[in-house]
Nanobody, 115 residues
Framework: LLMESGGGMVQAGESLTLSCEIS????AGWYRQPPDNQRELVAT???????DYLDSVKGRFTISKDLAKNTVYLQMNSLKPEDTAVYYC???????????????WGQGAQVTVSS
């Protein structure tokens, strides 16, 4: 079972850090699902530490991992109201440049950004 933590309610411009423990952590990703919208991939980190981001969060969000703790993080700075969503972490794998999440999903962490 995956469990995300660190969500909350903040004002625009503030920061939050999400964390998630994933057993056997290698590659990982963070998804989000805004209200009344589809789930989207926000950030990924490969086994070797290469990262990639959704265009709208580049320069504001940072994904990282601590293999000793089997934990992946999402540092979110300069938050905007449009970042409001439920955020989910996943373990996964890359085939080529494409990220494939595992079938396990946590309950998600609610992030609410007010203007």
């Amino acid at each position: 079972l995956l469990m995300e933590s660190g969500g909350g309610m903040v004002q625009a411009g503030e920061s939050l850090t999400l964390s998630c423990e994933i057993s056997g952590l290698n590659a990982a990703g963070w998804y989000r699902q805004p209200p009344d919208n589809q789930r989207e991939l926000v950030a990924t980190i490969s086994r070797g530490g290469d990262t990639d981001y959704l265009d709208s969060v580049k320069g504001r969000f940072t994904i990282s991992k601590d293999l000793a703790k089997n934990t992946v993080y999402l540092q979110m700075n300069s938050l905007k109201p449009e970042d409001t969503a439920v955020y989910y972490c996943t373990g996964g794998t890359f085939i080529g440049i494409k990220y494939y999440p595992q079938s396990r999903w946590g309950q998600g962490a609610q992030v609410t950004v007010s203007s």
